[in-house]
């Protein structure tokens, strides 16, 4: 009786073990499917001139090998177009890509008219994105670095509609007299989605907080290490007064992107900083204010600009890493490319 009571219970066990285990050529672990198009991919980032798509989910990385010309920076519409710079002979061009076609081919679009020196930052900072105006009928490349501010002084625009390409003047300075002169031009960017700072609070100590939960005034910036942050001693700061201001919150919600700033002559001197609204999760991304503002994907990653070697020293282009930090807290390199454009969503 005990044999066949053995016997029994092993067979009911071979049973169990054949319904647990899919047969050949089943799959029944959901999967997350593979771009189809590049209109798939979350993003595009510039690598050694390549443009390279990239899809978060999976982790699948896509480089553009049919543009053969070196691309320096980017921009997404939001129809499944992309805008690029390309540099021939330290000349600049326009183009474009239809992102949904299954098999996109780049298509000359304009002269930007402008050399690669030209639209370079401060200490040969590598060149910025593409800006496209809200009506997305207007692509602009920024030109022209006035140093007093770190800030580009000329806008040249390319119309999507009509293909003119146009140039303004936005600010024009005088170094010999140090006056600076300020003009209207037409050009509104499309931004993301600011926060409502009534939610938010902060001291002069740097700390910032969130109003709007369950539980009051929640700190979001105590676990952060200021002075560690500012490459000063915790007694060089007393004195010193901290600003923590909220940027944007992710697309679900339940983070928000800040920075924190010293006063720096007119300017401030800072880093981006990320923390969940509750408080329990804070990050310091080693990412400058001087660098491009970080961007959220739609499932919540944070894409920014992590500085090598420090913040607040003026980089080697060698020294700034595109990053990415997940909902989960896990931060990892995407690239040493420090130039992206994020899809809208």
């Not at 402008?114 to 040969?124: N, T, V």
């Not at 006063?263 to 969940?276: E, M, V």
Request: overall charge negative.
């Amino acid at each position: 009786m005990k044999t066949k009571t053995l016997l029994f219970a092993a067979a009911l066990l071979i049973f169990a073990v054949s319904c647990n285990n899919p047969k050949p050529g089943s799959n029944t672990t959901p999967q997350t499917a593979k771009p189809a198009t590049l209109a798939d991919y979350d993003m595009v980032f510039m690598e050694n001139g390549q443009l390279v798509f990239y899809h978060h989910a999976t982790g699948e990385r896509m480089p553009f090998t049919t543009e053969t010309d070196s691309v320096v920076n980017a921009v997404y519409d939001s129809h499944n177009n992309l805008y690029y710079s390309v540099c021939r002979d330290y000349q600049l061009s326009l183009k474009g890509l239809k992102l949904d076609d299954p098999d996109p081919k780049p298509v000359e679009l304009a002269d930007w008219m402008l050399r690669i020196e030209d639209c370079m930052g401060f200490a040969s900072f590598p060149i910025e994105n593409l800006l496209i105006n809200k009506a997305e009928d207007e692509v602009a490349i920024q030109s022209g670095m006035v140093y007093v501010n770190y800030s580009y002084g000329d806008y040249t625009m390319y119309n999507t509609r009509t293909h003119a390409v146009t140039k303004a003047t936005k600010l024009s300075f005088d170094p010999e007299t140090g006056d600076m002169e300020f003009f209207d031009i037409d050009f509104e960017t499309k931004t993301p989605e600011g926060v409502d700072i009534d939610l938010f609070d902060d001291d002069e100590h740097g700390s910032l907080y969130y109003l709007g939960g369950s539980n009051g005034r929640v700190c979001l910036s105590d676990k952060l290490n200021y002075p560690s942050m500012f490459d000063v001693s915790p007694e060089e700061l007393i004195d010193e007064d901290i600003y923590s201001e909220p940027l944007s919150l992710n697309p679900q919600g339940t983070m928000v992107l800040f920075v924190s700033s010293l006063p720096w002559g007119d300017y401030g001197l800072g880093s981006y900083n990320a923390a969940t609204l509750d408080g329990s999760k804070q990050y310091a991304l080693d990412a400058d204010s001087f660098c491009p503002m970080p961007t959220w994907l739609k499932d919540g990653s944070l894409v920014f600009i992590r500085v090598e070697d420090g913040l607040f020293d003026i980089p080697a282009p060698t020294d700034l890493h595109l990053m990415i930090l997940t909902p989960e807290g896990n931060i990892k390199e995407l690239s040493p490319s420090p130039n992206y454009a994020v899809k809208p969503f």
